[in-house]
């Protein structure tokens, strides 16, 4: 599923079609600024979006064989609720 099959399946149970992508496109933002605060974000029954930083690591060019420095990143982590697992 993506977006704008989100989009039609929200439209079906509740408001027109651009009531539903407003609504969509506005949790969607809301939840980026939340992680770009490092903030966590919680869904009951869903599950919870946390954002972590990785470690800089040495890796390899693929290539040459030649050790490269790897950076700090951050990534967003999605850990799923126990009814999403339990399915």
Do not use: W, Y
């Not at 027109?16 to 969607?28: I, Q, R, Y």
């Not at 290539?63 to 799923?80: C, M, Y």
């Amino acid at each position: 599923m993506n977006k704008s099959d989100l989009i039609e399946e929200v439209a079906k149970v509740t408001c027109a079609k651009k009531e539903a992508k407003d609504a969509v496109n506005t949790v969607f933002s809301v939840i980026k600024q939340a992680l770009g605060k490092n903030d966590r974000v919680g869904i009951s029954g869903f599950g919870t979006f946390i954002v972590r930083a990785r470690k800089p690591r040495l890796g390899r060019n693929p290539r040459t064989g030649q050790p490269i420095k790897i950076s700090t990143k951050r990534v967003v982590r999605f850990k799923p609720s126990r009814e999403i697992l339990e399915g």
